[in-house]
């Protein structure tokens, strides 16, 4: 971290930031071309847009359908993206994801997984049959300080940690956003062009919902998680409460609960909102009662299985944001 210097927003000077990323892209390149990873998320996107600017056509860009996104979020990725002159194309490699995932309920060897078959299984053959040296992906500063911390390893930090990216996988990474926390993000964003609904995305973690699984990451649990997901995103938008992001979790105990006078031994969902600057502290949002009991009602009703809901009340730190 001693020579990865941070660009606050106080000091980031837009354009000039963006010409220089741009340059610096053009000039790792040459006249070759470069991968791209997307997944619609704030700062993947912002990356996106920086490397269609500097490469044009020699930036190929991939979405990769691991399995554990948002619903619909390929396909609605692909679309906006066309309308801003970006093809995407979608690689499906949900099989590899859960293979990778099956047997594991320790976070750190799923975030490991997840990386392993981001970059060496989908992306290392991608680039192989390419013949590209380089891969660009959306790194952010806050990213690097948690995995150094030894908080919470992100998925996407690599060079930092002491791998070699293009001895162990073939190519070089680069990361144009890598000195900014979200917040400079989001107005490089905005300045490249992005519609709000993206530069104002609230932050979705690299390794998707598996996550904000507690215990193994199978597709019927995710699919699950989904569908708490998209309740929990309609319940509490952050357009309506201010939040820097929302979120559901699955637990992996089944507790007891009970319907039409039975016994009904179900599951359990956690519900997490956050206020933030800068994340790296945060405070729950104070979300009327009324409207957490709606919620569980809809989270109860709607997802098959569950019987418990709970709103986490915890500050970080103690707690981080995302639960895996």
Known sequence: MTQLAEVKV??????????????????????????????????????????????????KTYFIDNGIMREGEPARIVSLFKKLGV?????????EFFTAFKGLRDPEKKRHAVTDVFYKKVFGKLVKDSKAHFLLQGTIYTDVEETVA???????????LGIDTKKQYGYTVLEPLINLRKPAVRIVGEALGLPEEIFN???????????????????ERVAIVRKATTIV?????????GAFQCMA???????TGMRDGKRDYGLQIEVRSWNTADAVTASPTNI????LEHMAERL?????????VVYNITKKPPSTMEVV
């Open 150 to 160: 030894g908080i919470k390893r992100q998925h996407n930090i690599l060079a930092q």
């Open 10 to 59: 106080e000091a980031l000077k837009t354009q000039e930031f963006i010409a220089e990323r741009v340059k610096e892209i053009q000039d790792a390149v040459g006249d070759g071309i470069a991968i791209n990873a997307l997944s619609g998320g704030v700062d993947s996107s912002v990356v996106t847009m920086i490397g269609h600017a500097a490469l044009g056509e020699k930036l």
């Open 300 to 308: 109860t009703n709607e997802v098959p299985g569950v019987v418990n």
């Open 249 to 255: 979790i699955l637990h992996d105990d089944r507790v």
């Open 201 to 219: 995305r609230p932050p979705f973690p690299g390794p998707a919902l598996a996550a904000r699984i507690i215990g193994e990451v199978t597709p």
């Open 87 to 95: 093809k995407v194309e979608i690689l499906d490699a949900q099989k």
């Open 288 to 291: 009327p009662f009324s409207k």
């Open 233 to 241: 995103e309609e319940e509490i938008p952050v357009s309506d409460t």
